[in-house]
């Protein structure tokens, strides 16, 4: 039998023992009820075969040895040793734990000790009594205060440098005019003129290196677009120095703050060996005690 698509039927079968769909059947889909074609709704009719889905060919008189040679085949293959099945996948329990809290702590309990001999051989408290933590953190702090230390002086250096007038010259001190110099002048001179002559020049060192200074009515040799007016480099130096200022008050404050932590690093492991070596001597007596009595017992 020969279908127009070109797909062939065995000679045998007959199109009547089929479903009507020609197509793919799913095992999920539900069939039609009423259908003319088929074994739906004439399995009571003579001459129906009971065609399984998805096979090709109907049941035949062969099928119940096929059956029964693949039921002890399944029992045969039960009673071989089974296969070793490959390791499972990784897997992370804390990401199948649910929200809730769990009943019990995740870490060990807290045991009780009920002599110093007991307290001083637990593996934990002698981990936590000689353990270098502290020494650890007293060295940081050291290193960290040394470093501090470098910059201290560098801020140093640098407000000795601007504390030093650009205008006077090593090993040149200010001349100051004598008396028969200013009888002597041409030039008469007042009281008050001769008196601003003779004081010293009280501009801060500081204006004298970073401020520039022209006449206002002298011609310029520059574009005076390209640089700020006196007032806003005043402001300027003026941050910038109040900034410097912070940063060193800032440092000093943080020495004093690593210095008290590195005190009380001292103090709290003086106070750990104290305790520690207190507990050791205790326990040393219990067994001592312990040993004495235990031979008393053996020598009675």
């Known amino acids: 039998m020969e279908f127009p698509n070109g797909d062939l039927l065995p000679l045998s079968d007959r199109n009547a023992w089929y479903y009507p769909s020609l197509g793919h059947d799913s095992d999920e889909e539900e069939l039609g009820v009423g259908l003319p074609e088929g074994n739906w709704g004439h399995k009571n009719t003579k001459g129906a075969r009971w065609v399984r889905r998805g096979k090709i060919t109907p049941w035949g008189p062969e099928m119940e040895d096929w059956e029964a040679e693949e039921r002890a085949r399944k029992r045969i293959k039960l009673l071989l040793p089974q296969e070793r099945r490959s390791p499972s996948p990784p897997t992370l329990p804390h990401l199948a734990r649910t929200p809730s809290p769990p009943l019990v702590s995740p870490y060990p309990t807290p045991s009780h000790h009920m002599s110093y001999a007991s307290f001083v051989l637990d593996k934990s408290t002698t981990h936590t009594f000689r353990s270098s933590l502290l020494d650890e953190l007293e060295h940081a702090t050291n290193g ?51 008196r601003v002559a003779r004081a010293p020049d009280l501009t801060p060192s500081t204006h004298k290196i970073f401020l520039l200074s022209y006449p206002s009515d002298a011609p310029t040799n520059h574009d005076p677009s390209h640089f700020t007016a006196p007032e806003i480099q005043l402001n300027t130096l003026e941050k910038n120095l109040a900034t410097l200022r912070e940063l060193q008050d800032d440092g000093r404050e943080y020495v004093e703050r690593l210095e008290e932590i590195r005190e009380a690093l001292g103090d709290v492991r003086a106070q750990r060996n104290t305790i520690w070596n207190a507990v050791r001597e205790r326990a040393i007596k219990e067994l001592q005690d312990a040993a004495f009595v235990s031979a008393n017992a053996a020598g009675v």
Do not use: C, F, H, Y
């Open 144 to 194: 960290l205060i040394e470093g501090e230390a470098t910059m201290k002086q560098a801020l140093g250096r640098l407000w000795q440098v601007m504390s030093e007038d650009p205008d006077r010259k090593e090993g040149n001190a200010s001349l100051v005019p004598k008396r028969e110099d200013e009888d002597e002048d041409p030039d008469d001179l007042d009281d008050q003129a001769r």
